[in-house]
């Protein structure tokens, strides 16, 4: 017969392998980053990415279009359980197996790093704005969005990464800004295709665009522009993101250089394409991917530690 504390390592091992095989799938780019983070940084980050898929797969359970009130609860009932899991405590009667690895994983990752529970609050809020939002009329109100989606993520993995100031912070932020802006401007034609506008109409109008112009997907000279501007915008995000990468660990800054320059290269893509969105999906290979590495090292040790 098993010992206790052998049956808890048991479910801890599968908990981590099971995350690791969903930032496999689900974040192929920062799997491929992670693998210069120490064993024990790069599973507590498989268990943060693990539980913002979790997070979007109960979204795709709440049609577009739902009631205020349903959304409410869901983000009752998810706060809830998320103090459950701050206290140590995980429901094993009302969760499917593969949500309670998820949570075993949470749980053991919070032993060791203090990640603030309104961050994965604030997450499921942002998560759950695509519930009943396809439009933002200003850049002030996408921000928000991609705070809550991108930014508390970064958020939450600078816990892992450690850093020496509180500064970092603000780095942090504004790497998740920049990432997610660089998924709205490659996600447009397919955004598109389900209705959707993440650039704010108070830009589109700005560059005389209307909203049939993005859902017919009709490239133009206006289009071009309105690319350039927000791919600048990106990247002033990024550059602002670099900055802080010298406050954080030696260990875990290559990691995060390497999530910064590969991103930002999707942004090259769409320039290298005519600023077209429509033409196909910018992306980087397997081996694009290899290559930023030397370029991502030469970056780092040019940073000054903070």
């Known amino acids: 017969m098993q010992k206790p504390n052998t049956i808890t390592l048991t479910l801890e091992e599968d908990a981590y392998k099971y995350c690791q095989n969903i930032t496999y799938t689900c974040a192929k780019t920062f799997y491929f980053a992670s693998y210069f983070l120490s064993h024990k940084k790069r599973k507590a980050c498989y268990a943060v990415y693990a539980f913002c898929r979790y997070v979007d ?130 996600d447009i034609s397919e955004d598109a295709d389900r209705g959707r506008i993440y650039i704010p109409l ?17 490239y133009s000279p206006a289009l071009i522009e309105l690319m350039k501007f927000q791919i600048e915008r990106a990247n002033t995000y ?5 900055i802080g990468i010298g406050y954080l660990e030696k260990d875990s800054r290559l990691t995060v250089q390497l999530m910064s320059t590969n991103y930002r290269r999707i942004l090259n893509k769409l320039a290298k394409m005519n600023f077209n969105p429509f033409l196909k999906r910018a992306h980087l290979n397997f081996s694009e991917k290899l290559l930023a590495i030397p370029r991502a090292f030469i970056a780092m040790n040019t940073i000054k530690n903070m």
Not at 238 to 242: C, E, K, L, P, V
Request: aromatic share 10%.
């Open 57 to 186: 797969d109960l979204v795709d359970n709440a049609p577009h279009g739902t009631l205020q009130e349903n959304i409410r609860t869901l983000v009752s009932n998810w706060q809830s359980a998320i103090q459950n899991v701050y206290n140590g405590q995980i429901d094993f009667n009302n969760h499917d197996h593969d949500t309670v690895l998820v949570m075993i994983a949470w749980a053991d990752t919070l032993k060791n790093y203090s990640i603030p529970k309104h961050l994965p609050e604030e997450l499921i809020e942002g998560v759950l704005m695509d519930t009943y939002l396809d439009r933002f009329n200003t850049f002030e109100d996408l921000y928000t969005y991609c705070y809550k989606v991108a930014s508390v993520v970064g958020l939450m993995t600078s816990e892992i990464f450690r850093y020496s100031s509180p500064k970092a912070l603000a780095h942090a932020t504004d790497l998740g800004i920049a990432m997610q802006l660089t998924n709205i401007c490659r």
């Open 202 to 218: 108070d830009e589109l109008k700005a560059y005389g665009i209307s909203e049939e112009d993005i859902l017919k997907k009709r």
């Open 238 to 242: 990024y550059d602002s993101a670099d």
